[in-house]
């Protein structure tokens, strides 16, 4: 996968390189993300990266002179998403060039990286394609596109984490009190289904001193919860400082002495990097929120089987109970997949059983998408279009269900909330349960960036709405910071 770390030319881009310019000043950055919170994280280095080149971030995309769509290619609907926008783009590009404005506009993330050249070919107002690992030459490439279209979608040799710039205090403020961070990127589970290992690379972890020096910037510029990310975040080995591997477990007991740092939470898990000592951590770490995103994709043997998951059935339940036993207020999440190829009426009989068995308080489900490149596309056996729609609605039922009942068991408990934006109306203040449950509460602004406790009064269908317990007082210490 490693080559040279230079960019790669389309037969239609520019070859000549370009001395460095100076900076354009004043300029305006639009970046859409579409897909996973990783996307969310790279959307956010990559504001940083054009920060020192001048690039202030607007959220209207008509008066931006960098347009960035940060593209998912998991499943087609996500992929086609941004030829449509694209199609936008263009015109709003048109109409700028008419007013004297120039616009440049970028594919970055998986589509980028899954079809480089092509997309150029499909969509001609695209000056840049950058794939996820190489965000850190947005600068150069930029100049460069002056010039003509520019791509680089190689997996350079050099970290791009080392090379990417860091936020200011200002920034982190803003971007509010809870902050992804990534610690792994790429996958080498090769799941039948998923282009991630393919898109996003082989397994690579950031090292403890990384991480933590991250987490400290977070923390001491008022960031209270932070959420570890990686395709497969629990299959983390960093090198610590003294070059010895390390887990995830021992990456959370690290992260809990961040002076500040109140919440910590990772994602996404696969089920067989779930280890004992992770598991424990769930019941030793008070900072360790009792959630887990922890997905299945299907509950029958076969299809597991197919689908490459390497467990079965009854090894995830017994992992379910394993974690409760150890954490038994955890809240539980997964990802379905339905009508992978070959799914008979049984496998889906025993997704559903497996879900109502297992019991989540939320869940994602998808229908199968066919990727091009996997090997799960070229299986004969194709579900059929309606059938696909018919068991999704089915297991959509069971699965919100459950979502309703775990919220409307919240109902007269206290929990403690993070508060972290305005709420939906005036004189409220928004926030999250330790089980990421969105929460309303009538509460001053001041609140915001600090956790408090709340009885929750009320179950709407998207929120909870609670109000501060008698005993909490805006005065009362915070833990301290660096
Ligand atoms: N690493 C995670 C894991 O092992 O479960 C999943 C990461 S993937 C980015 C997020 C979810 O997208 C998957 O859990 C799966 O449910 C869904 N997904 C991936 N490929 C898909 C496909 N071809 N069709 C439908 N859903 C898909
Ligand atoms: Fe994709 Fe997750 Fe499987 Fe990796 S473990 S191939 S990211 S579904």
Not at 53 to 70: C, H, P, R, S, W
Request: charged share 30%.
């Amino acid at each position: 996968m490693k080559s040279d770390p230079n960019s790669r030319w389309p037969e239609t881009a520019n070859r000549t390189r370009v001395e460095a310019s100076a900076p354009t000043a004043g300029k305006k950055l639009f970046v859409k993300s579409y897909g996973c919170q990783m996307n969310v994280y790279d959307a956010a280095r990559m504001a940083d990266v054009l920060a020192p080149e001048g690039f202030a971030e607007t959220k209207v995309m008509e008066e931006a002179d960098l347009i960035v769509l940060n593209t998912c290619h998991i499943r087609e609907k996500a992929s086609e998403k941004v030829f449509s926008e694209l199609g936008k783009a263009r015109l709003l590009k048109k109409a700028r060039k008419a007013a004297g404005l120039a616009t440049k506009i970028a594919v970055a993330g998986c589509v980028a990286q899954a079809e480089g050249a092509e997309i150029l070919r499909k969509q001609r107002a695209v000056d840049l394609v950058v794939g996820p690992q190489s965000y850190h030459h947005l600068p150069r490439m930029l100049r460069v596109s002056d010039h003509g279209p520019v791509i680089d979608t190689e997996f350079p040799i050099e970290d791009k984490f080392d090379h990417l710039a860091r936020p200011s205090e200002e920034k982190i403020r803003e971007r509010g009190a809870s902050a992804f961070l990534t610690v792994q990127e790429g996958c080498d589970k090769f799941c039948s289904f998923c282009v991630v290992p393919y898109t996003r690379g082989a397994e690579n972890s950031r090292t403890v001193e990384k991480i933590l020096d991250e987490a400290a910037i977070l923390a001491r510029a008022g960031v209270r919860e932070i959420t570890l990310l990686g395709q497969n975040v629990n299959a983390y080995r960093g090198r610590n400082e003294q070059d010895e591997e390390v887990s995830l477990t021992q990456l959370l007991y690290r992260l809990a002495e961040v002076p500040g740092l109140e919440r910590l939470r990772y994602t996404t898990s696969h089920p067989n990097d779930m280890t004992d000592d992770l598991i424990r951590a769930h019941a030793e770490l008070p900072v360790l929120m009792p959630f887990l995103h922890l997905p299945v994709q299907s509950g029958s043997d076969r299809i597991l089987e197919a689908m490459n998951r390497r467990h079965k059935a009854a090894d995830y339940l017994r992992l379910v109970e394993r974690i409760r036993r150890a954490r038994p207020d955890i809240a539980l999440s997964s990802d379905f997949i339905v009508g992978f190829p070959g799914e008979t009426e049984a496998d889906f009989a025993a997704t559903l059983s497996l879900a109502k068995e297992a019991g989540f308080a939320s869940s994602f489900y998808f229908k199968y998408s066919p990727r091009p490149g996997t090997p799960g596309a070229e299986l004969a056996a194709q579900t059929p279009e309606e059938v696909k729609i018919e068991r999704l609605a089915r297991l959509q039922e069971t699965l919100e269900a459950q979502r309703r009942a775990f919220n409307a068991a919240m109902v007269g408990r206290e929990v403690d909330v993070l508060f972290e934006k305005a709420g939906r109306r005036a004189g409220q203040v928004a926030g999250k349960s330790p089980y990421l449950q969105a929460v309303q509460v009538e509460a001053p602004e001041e609140l915001m960036g600090r956790v408090a406790p709340v009885k929750i009064v009320e179950c709407g269908s998207n929120s909870l709405f609670g109000r501060l317990t008698d005993e909490f007082s805006l005065d009362a210490p915070m833990r301290e910071t660096n």
